[in-house]
């Protein structure tokens, strides 16, 4: 006996349900099934497969990830697929391929406990990476010096040797600040820069005006603070910098990301033991996901989908044509349904009526679809939209696959639950659906996936289940099951050897552009949203507990200007962007500046704060600016909060 059934305690599906004169019913698997594939039939049928689109999990097994873009691809015809990789790391991914070829982490997290600087940049790891920050701080016992750059003096700063309070959205004028100074004193790596990157000239023309106090003035970070980490970062023998959402979830967030790896540039802070580039990944598998192709632009292993030499082995293998052309990613699908472009829509683990920006908004395009399934492991505001909902299995601990973290290891984990009755295994699902549009894959277990995988991706290609149950984990790339690989990437930008060295890294010119919802009298805080440690995104997963520790949402602000607008602690404020207008309570938080509030997207049954934020995107990688709303506070009378009823207490 190795597993048991998961009791079920916390409202998950344990049936289908199908929509019937505008209600959902429950209904046989066989029904729902044929009720969706018939959908999805018809879809194609009328208007083509690139009206299909498909969202994948990226809590699931890589295996059940492959499934996706496999179904998406093989079966319906189209490259429209993708995950909450847009809303988070997308612009990290393709700010490193644009300087080093392929997007990711280039260190591993031992090499973190084994560092003399960690720069943390706009990530609040004590909160949102507890694992993680554990190995920091190993480091930072070992001897290393943490400097975190975050407008909030959030719990990670506590533990840190400098805390750079910016003002949102003002990361490029810092980093340019940065290697303004490490240029003028003499303190750049040149024997690096000469070998290995290309245009540093345009980059000391585009840094030039960055003056220690010109950036002092923009991003509010005193002049000697910056000046104390450009030496810090220089000097350093070996330096990390690691990044998050504070750099990705901006319009311009592919630029930010450009502007920190310009900085490792400048110091050969990359492709050595100890000195690398972090963007620590979101969801527990949001980096394999990725790799496994459930992304528009690339096929497993990060092969591009433009390149028919590369599309034709998985042609071969799944006897059926892939086109030559990127498909739509999570953002597009969302404007194409508001065009009309999109009419079907498949979304696994997903919740996006409350993850993405401006919910009406978000509703409103949902709306225009003929025809929304919805696959998830509780009914979410997103499954109460849709025609057919399929309870699944949580892929976390009630199946058999792989997991890749963010230091691109790859691990086995093994199935411990049988699902709740009724709930069926994700790829046991995609696998009923195929069949029901014309294709047999049969019923393949996890390990032959992955099999299936590695015969078609080579930086997988050495990691047998065997092998990565031996080695307890490897990262990628591993191309044979001999080789034992480096943990870090880019080695080669430091090879002697032209030829091995390859092509160089590229400084990203790039300028400033301030956050799109200006701040004005009617509007004068900036609104930042993230997270806290003890709930999860939308809350689905986490929002059926009540702890002491968890106080529902609340809107953090400083002391100055709780003083300012006279609020006490925990009284209710009506919180107005542009956009929508929401009740909360106050929270007066001394980790806050003045002219800066707070709040996480974790309890939308009690606060939306998605009414709140705003819906311009990245122009590369689509990632919305969740980081950067205006907004104005508004004191209300206790009793007005109350008739509003919007603050129910979580859970
Ligand atoms: N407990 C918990 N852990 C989680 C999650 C969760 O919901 N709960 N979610 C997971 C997911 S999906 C993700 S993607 C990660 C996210 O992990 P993080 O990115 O670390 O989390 P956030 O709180 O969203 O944002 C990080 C920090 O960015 C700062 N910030 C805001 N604006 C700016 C800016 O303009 N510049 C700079 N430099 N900093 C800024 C915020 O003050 C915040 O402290 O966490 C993962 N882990
Ligand atoms: N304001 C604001 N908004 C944000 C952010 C922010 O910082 N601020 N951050 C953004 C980020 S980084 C992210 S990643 C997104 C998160 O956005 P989402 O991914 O849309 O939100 P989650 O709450 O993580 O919901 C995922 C769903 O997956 C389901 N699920 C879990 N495991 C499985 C499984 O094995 N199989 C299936 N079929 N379903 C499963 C859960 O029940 C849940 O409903 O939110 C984004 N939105
Ligand atoms: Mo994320």
């Known amino acids: 006996m190795r597993s048991k059934t998961s009791t079920a305690p916390l409202n998950r599906l344990t049936s289908p349900l199908v929509r019937e004169n505008g209600e959902l019913?429950?209904?046989?698997?066989?029904?729902?099934?044929?009720?969706?594939?018939?959908?999805?039939?018809?879809?194609?049928?009328?208007?083509?497969?690139?009206?299909?689109?498909?969202?994948?999990?990226?809590?699931?097994?890589?295996?059940?990830?492959?499934?996706?873009?496999?179904?998406?691809?093989?079966?319906?015809?189209?490259?429209?697929?993708?995950?909450?990789n847009r809303t988070c790391h997308a612009p990290s991914v393709a700010g490193l391929a644009a300087a080093f070829g392929s997007g990711g982490g280039t260190?591993?997290?031992?090499?973190?406990?084994?560092?003399?600087?960690i720069v943390v940049w706009g990530g609040n790891p004590r909160s949102a990476h507890p694992i993680f920050f554990q190995h920091v701080l190993k480091g930072v016992?070992?001897?290393?010096?943490?400097?975190?750059?975050?407008?909030?003096?959030?719990?990670?700063a506590e533990w840190a040797d400098r805390w750079l309070g910016l003002n949102v959205g003002t990361d490029i004028p810092l980093a340019h600040a940065v290697g303004r100074e490490i240029l003028y004193s003499g303190l750049a790596n040149e024997t690096f820069i000469e070998r290995a990157t290309s245009g540093l000239e345009e980059y000391r023309a585009l840094v030039e005006p960055w003056t220690l106090s010109a950036a002092e003035a923009e991003t509010g970070v005193?002049?000697?603070?910056?000046?104390?980490?450009?030496?810090?970062?220089?000097?350093?023998?070996?330096?990390?910098?690691?990044?998050?959402?504070?750099?990705?979830?901006?319009?311009?967030?592919?630029?930010?990301?450009?502007?920190?790896?310009?900085?490792?540039?400048?110091?050969?802070?990359?492709?050595?033991?100890?000195?690398?580039?972090?963007?620590?990944?979101?969801?527990?598998?949001?980096?394999?996901?990725?790799?496994?192709?459930?992304?528009?632009?690339?096929?497993?292993?990060?092969?591009?989908?433009?390149?028919?030499?590369?599309?034709?082995?998985?042609?071969?293998?799944?006897?059926?044509?892939?086109q030559?052309?990127?498909?739509?990613?999570?953002?597009?699908?969302?404007?194409?349904?508001?065009?009309?472009?999109?009419?079907?829509?498949?979304?696994?683990?997903?919740?996006?009526?409350?993850?993405?920006?401006?919910?009406?908004?978000?509703?409103?395009?949902?709306?225009?679809?003929?025809?929304?399934v919805v696959q998830d492991i509780f009914l979410t505001r997103t499954a109460?939209?849709?025609?057919?909902?399929?309870?699944?299995?949580?892929?976390?601990?009630?199946?058999?696959?792989?997991?890749?973290?963010?230091?691109?290891?790859?691990?086995?984990?093994?199935?411990a639950l049988d699902p709740p009755q009724g709930a069926r295994d994700d790829i046991d699902i995609l696998c009923d659906m195929a069949e029901r549009l014309g294709t047999d894959w049969g019923r393949p277990s996890a390990e032959e996936i992955w099999d299936e995988l590695r015969s078609l991706s080579p930086i997988h290609r050495g990691m047998s289940y065997d092998h990565?149950?031996?080695?307890?984990?490897?990262?990628?790339?591993?191309?044979?099951?001999?080789?034992v690989e480096p943990s870090f990437l880019h080695g080669r930008l430091w090879s002697q050897d032209p030829q091995e060295r390859g092509e160089p890294a590229a400084f990203g010119i790039v300028g400033h552009s301030p956050p799109v919802d200006l701040l004005d009298e009617e509007y004068p805080f900036r609104l930042t949203t993230g997270r806290r440690l003890d709930d999860y995104n939308t809350g689905v997963q986490t929002s059926g507990f009540s702890s002491p520790m968890r106080r529902g949402e609340l809107l953090d602000l400083s002391p100055e200007d709780a003083d300012k607008l006279g609020i006490q602690?925990?009284?209710?404020?009506?919180?107005?962007?542009?956009?929508?207008?929401?009740?909360?309570?106050?929270?007066?938080?001394?980790?806050?500046?003045a002219g800066l509030v707070f709040m996480t997207f974790h309890f939308p049954d009690q606060v939306d704060t998605q009414l709140l934020t705003i819906d311009a995107t990245d122009p590369i990688a689509g990632t919305a600016e969740y980081k950067a709303a205006a907004v104005r506070i508004e004191r209300v009378a206790q009793t007005a909060g109350a008739a509003e009823g919007a603050l129910a207490s979580p859970g």
């Open 222 to 322: 005193p002049a000697e603070a910056i000046r104390e980490l450009a030496h810090a970062y220089a000097l350093a023998d070996r330096a990390q910098l690691c990044w998050t959402l504070g750099i990705t979830e901006h319009h311009n967030a592919t630029d930010n990301v450009r502007a920190l790896i310009n900085l490792s540039l400048l110091t050969g802070h990359v492709g050595r033991h100890g000195a690398g580039l972090n963007p620590l990944r979101g969801q527990n598998n949001v980096q394999g996901g990725g790799d496994m192709g459930a992304i528009p632009d690339r096929l497993a292993g990060f092969q591009d989908i433009l390149d028919a030499d590369l599309r034709a082995p998985f042609e071969a293998a799944w006897g059926s044509a892939i």
């Open 569 to 593: 602690d925990g009284e209710t404020v009506r919180v107005c962007s542009r956009r929508g207008s929401v009740l909360a309570p106050a929270s007066i938080d001394s980790s806050m500046r």
């Open 25 to 84: 019913r429950p209904a046989s698997w066989e029904e729902a099934l044929e009720r969706a594939a018939a959908g999805f039939r018809a879809g194609i049928d009328q208007h083509g497969p690139d009206s299909f689109g498909m969202l994948s999990c990226a809590r699931a097994t890589n295996e059940m990830n492959f499934m996706v873009q496999k179904f998406a691809r093989a079966v319906m015809g189209t490259n429209n697929v993708d995950s909450c």
């Open 107 to 117: 260190s591993s997290y031992a090499e973190i406990e084994d560092t003399d600087l």
């Open 324 to 372: 030559g052309r990127k498909g739509k990613n999570l953002t597009q699908m969302f404007e194409a349904m508001g065009e009309g472009d999109m009419k079907t829509l498949y979304v696994i683990g997903e919740n996006p009526v409350q993850s993405e920006p401006e919910t009406e908004k978000t509703t409103g395009r949902l709306r225009t679809l003929n025809h929304l």
């Open 468 to 483: 990565l149950a031996q080695r307890q984990g490897i990262q990628w790339p591993c191309y044979s099951e001999e080789a």
């Open 141 to 156: 016992r070992r001897g290393a010096k943490l400097f975190v750059i975050d407008p909030r003096r959030t719990s990670t």
């Open 384 to 415: 109460e939209l849709a025609d057919v909902v399929l309870p699944a299995s949580a892929s976390w601990c009630e199946s058999d696959g792989t997991f890749t973290n963010s230091e691109r290891r790859v691990q086995l984990v093994r199935k």
